[in-house]
């Protein structure tokens, strides 16, 4: 069976992720900050496939050292999903007053934790194996208050970009899974009703079909690809 590592996946996108995944067979290692939370969106995930969750930071070296080797217990690495992700400051705030130390540890969780994973893994992943990160239209926008995200956003992006450049025998995708009812989008407007925002099983089908299918290394909008 294919193995994926996916990162965040107690709840979100993370967690509709793995659920279809784990229900087509997949393998999985998950994981996510809260260890209760972790082990609930577990539950019934092992009934179709195996599934290891380890509760933990990404921008921690043992934790992401554990991820990798869990999934060399599960015989290899076709997938890893880098979709653990910060906001920053909620309510988020403009670039002028944005704090500095709150932007170090926005750019340390979405640029460096899942590049060192990636640096990680590697070595583990089988040929044509699959490296999606997860990025946001806040990266390549400019929306007031989105400063901080959106700029370690787009060096995700642009991270991307060169890793599919030096792996070309792996498929590389930097995917906008666009506005979602997740507890991040409604940290982004505290107080506000998102409720006219989908919900990220509503992504899902098109990371499946980058996962599982043959598309070159590029971006893309996650909603686009199966009807494209």
Not at 164 to 182: Q, S
Not at 189 to 217: F, K, M, N, Q, W
């Amino acid at each position: 069976m294919p193995v994926a590592v996916i990162t965040g996946a107690s709840r979100g996108l993370g967690l509709a992720l793995a659920r279809a995944l784990a229900a087509r067979g997949w393998d999985l290692v998950i994981d996510a900050r809260g260890g209760d939370a972790l082990a609930e969106a577990t539950t019934g995930l092992d009934s179709h496939s195996r599934v290891i969750a380890v509760a933990g930071d990404i921008a921690d070296p043992g934790h992401r050292a554990a991820l990798v080797d869990a999934a060399r217990g599960l015989g290899g690495l076709d997938a890893l999903v880098n979709n653990a992700g910060t906001l920053g400051p909620s309510p988020l705030p403009r670039l002028a007053e944005f704090p500095l130390d709150e932007l170090d540890t926005v750019l340390r969780v979405n640029v460096a934790a899942p590049l060192a994973l990636i640096q990680n893994a590697l070595p583990l992943m089988r040929a044509g194996g699959c490296v999606v990160n997860v990025t946001s239209d806040a990266g390549v926008e400019g929306y007031e208050g989105w400063g901080g995200y959106g700029a370690s956003k787009a060096a995700l992006e642009q991270l991307s970009r060169v890793l599919a450049a030096e792996h070309p025998e792996l498929r590389v995708y930097w995917v906008d899974p666009g506005d979602m009812r997740t507890q991040m989008h409604q940290d982004a407007y505290p107080g506000e009703d998102i409720s006219d925002r989908p919900l990220p099983e509503v992504s899902v089908p098109g990371l499946v079909a980058l996962l599982e299918g043959t598309l070159p290394s590029g971006r893309y909008v996650a909603r686009e690809v199966v009807s494209a």
